[in-house]
């Protein structure tokens, strides 16, 4: 099983989003995906049409409560697709775990008992760098980071950066850097043409081909509990992501 973690420490970039349609891409190619949603605010819960308030188990079970990953996991309705739920009690967890020894590798260790289920596991991180993301990045082999085309985005994702050097120092030697995706890409805009240019001359090959367009398909979505190709396939959204889903599989063939 491949552990990736899906991050960027700034809100509204597309990391659910794009969490949620990389999964659903590889679930419709036929690999078995989970995905975990490690962010208090729930929204790749809301987004797949899951009702937080009809859930025996979430997130916070398998970290705080040593409920096994087995029991937290719900299928989804898209085949060869499941998923750890979160509910806003998940904030509490990072308090709680405070005096835990090894708090930062809780996920790795749970994660273990489902490595032999699936394909993959993808991990929808909470938007900074805190305990729960550090969790994250501990239990990843790899992360895939979305980068809205503005200026602070590209700011911060220098940060992230060095963030992401002292967990691999100091917890995750072999994480590794899966890719960094363009998202809300409009261009008819020159600062997204001036931040692709400066993100891909700085960070290289890092930076993944497929870039994911601004769209309203992709913005209703998740009103309606769907992923982007389950709620207009045809849409230039919904085939960038599976664009993208496919240079995600080939990578991970490298790595």
């Not at 398998?62 to 499941?82: A, C, D, G, R």
């Not at 967890?93 to 993959?120: C, G, H, W």
């Not at 072999?174 to 891909?200: P, W």
């Amino acid at each position: 099983m491949k552990v990736i973690a899906v991050t960027n420490r700034k809100g509204g970039v597309g990391k659910t989003t794009t969490a949620i349609n990389i999964a659903t891409s590889m679930a419709a190619i036929g690999k078995k995906v989970a995905l975990l949603d490690l962010d208090p605010q729930g929204n790749a819960t809301t987004s797949l049409g899951i009702d937080k308030n009809s859930l025996k188990f979430s997130t916070y079970d398998i970290l705080v409560n040593n409920i096994p990953v087995s029991e937290s996991l719900v299928q989804t309705f898209i085949p060869n697709f499941w998923m750890v739920p979160a509910k806003p009690d998940l904030a509490a967890a990072e308090i709680e775990l405070i005096n835990t020894p090894e708090r930062e590798k809780i996920l790795k260790a749970v994660l273990r008992a489902v490595e032999s289920d699936f394909d993959y596991f993808l991990i929808d991180c909470p938007p900074s760098l805190n305990l729960l993301t550090v969790n994250a990045l501990c239990a990843a082999n790899s992360i895939l980071i979305p980068l809205q085309c503005e200026f602070l985005a590209l700011e911060g994702l220098a940060d992230l950066m060095r963030n992401i050097e002292r967990v691999k120092r100091t917890f995750n030697p072999t994480l590794k850097i899966q890719g960094i995706v363009l998202t809300m890409f409009d261009k008819r805009n020159n600062l997204c043409l001036m931040i692709e240019k400066d993100v891909r001359a700085h960070f290289k090959n890092f930076v993944y081909q497929t870039v994911i367009p601004r769209s309203v398909r992709i913005a209703e979505a998740p009103s309606h509990g769907k992923p982007i190709l389950f709620y207009d396939l045809k849409s230039v959204g919904a085939q960038s992501y599976l664009s993208l889903a496919k240079e995600v599989l080939k990578r991970e063939g490298e790595i």
